[in-house]
């Protein structure tokens, strides 16, 4: 499946929000062979980047669709204080061992407040703050994510019907607003290390992440 780059996919209101696919190209993993999409949102002059890698038929029957946030920490240095990268991880291998499935990596680090925010968030957790605690302490919100920009892109793709791989039941929400059906929730357990059993209980005690095993 080819998508046409440089194409607007998806305009509303003119220019107050828009979608456009930017590039794509093949991309071998150790998973298995994906293909994947650079696309660019624009949200009333919000703009955010996303790229998303498809494997296989995702159109025949509800993708398996993982909506995932860059964590610069967990995904590439292997930090032990979030589950990022075994999430990610997980999700690649549900996706090639199903043979059809979509990840969508999307420019959110820190729930959205940017790396160098997200490091001082660590030094206040450091000091005995919660996750939620830290980003307030900074002027945030809890999660200042914003979910648009997915909805859009399975769009793009042909995607209307997903078994999404989360936890969160915001994800779940924003794609339902954005007028995708989401048939079965499919959760995003992984077995964490230690230091990231404080940042997992912050998750389930105040943001509403569901768990079945916590």
Not at 8 to 24: G, K, L, P, T
Not at 107 to 126: F, H, P, S, T
Request: negative net charge; glycine residues 8%.
């Amino acid at each position: 499946m080819r998508l046409h780059s440089n194409a607007c996919i998806y305009n509303e209101s003119v220019s107050s929000r828009s979608v456009q696919q930017i590039a794509s190209a093949d991309l071998p993993t150790r998973w298995g062979q994906f293909r994947i999409y650079g696309f660019q949102g624009n949200f009333d002059g919000r703009v955010e980047d996303a790229v998303a890698l498809v494997m296989g038929d995702i159109r025949s029957t509800p993708s398996l669709v993982r909506i995932h946030s860059q964590c610069l920490t967990g995904d590439v240095f292997g930090s032990l204080r979030c589950d990022c990268r075994q999430q990610l991880e997980m999700a690649l291998a549900m996706i090639a061992e199903q043979g059809a499935g979509v990840l969508i990596y999307e420019q959110q680090e820190g729930r959205g407040i940017g790396l160098m925010a997200k490091l001082q968030a660590y030094e206040l957790q450091d000091s005995g703050l919660d996750t939620v605690e830290a980003n307030e302490r900074l002027g945030f919100k809890a999660d200042q994510r914003e979910f648009a920009l997915p909805s859009e892109i399975l769009k793009a793709l042909g995607v209307s019907r997903v078994r999404l791989l989360s936890n969160n039941p915001d994800k779940v929400a924003a794609l339902e607003r954005g007028g995708i059906e989401v048939v079965e929730r499919v959760p995003c357990e992984v077995t964490p290390s230690g230091h990231a059993e404080d940042y997992l209980k912050t998750k389930k005690e105040k943001m509403g992440h569901l768990f079945t095993e916590r």
